[in-house]
T-cell receptor, first 112, second 109 residues
């Protein structure tokens, strides 16, 4: 049982490049979400999903796309990277029954 | 959505109880209070949650006031490994978690 896994751990992009951050969970959780954390700040919700085929926007969705084709995977796509997207990205999952969220180890992204 | 207010930082002596306060004066009747912590730059770790009764698990105790406008997380015997940022979150019915900036707890030897 690996919990929530994220790849890559580190990534450097140039402005305008696109990329996909991967997130997977093996706990059969319905709810998955993506957060970003800027230095010295709390986490801010980007997008979330309550099940396969269902996604919704969080607090800061602009510049990001998500899809949920399976229960296990919830990738986050950066369409055209900007320096303002330099951040640490965390993926999380939980059951829908008001349970605890389990977080992945994070992806540290730098956009030059 | 209910907002939370926490002190930005606190110190606690090793072996003593750490009491971390949180104000959530606009909380609704069906909203739960959750606590998470983040050690250094790791992913946040779930600690405990509750609705209106006090809760206890192997990590901590959660005390919620009768009017539910505030709560306190208690780490009964703080260790150096409890040094972290602690987040108090009120979870609305829409399944979205909103993290604030939390309380940075430093456990002092």
């Amino acid at each position: 049982n690996a919990g929530v896994t994220q790849t890559p751990k580190f990534q450097v992009l140039k402005t305008g490049q696109s990329m996909t951050l991967q997130c997977a969970q093996d706990m059969n959780h319905e709810y998955m979400s993506w957060y970003r954390q800027d230095p010295g700040m709390g986490l801010r919700l980007i997008h979330y999903s309550v099940g396969a085929g269902i996604t919704d926007q969080g607090e800061v969705p602009n510049g990001y796309n998500v899809s949920r084709s399976t229960t296990e995977d919830f990738p986050l796509r950066l369409l055209s990277a900007a320096p303002s997207q330099t951040s640490v990205y965390f993926c999380a999952s939980s059951t829908m029954a008001l349970g605890a969220q389990y977080f992945g180890p994070g992806t540290r992204l730098t956009v030059l | 959505d209910a907002k939370t207010t926490q002190p930005p930082s606190m110190d606690c002596a090793e072996g003593r109880a750490a009491n971390l306060p949180c104000n959530h004066s606009t909380i609704s009747g069906n909203e739960y209070v959750y606590w998470y912590r983040q050690i250094h730059s790791q992913g946040p770790q779930y600690i405990i949650h509750g609705l209106k009764n006090n809760e206890t698990n192997e990590m901590a105790s959660l005390i919620i006031t009768e009017d539910r406008k505030s709560s306190t997380l208690i780490l009964p015997h703080a260790t150096l490994r409890d040094t972290a940022v602690y987040y108090c979150i009120v979870r609305p019915a829409g399944n979205q978690f909103y993290f604030g900036t939390g309380t940075s707890l430093t456990v002092i030897p």
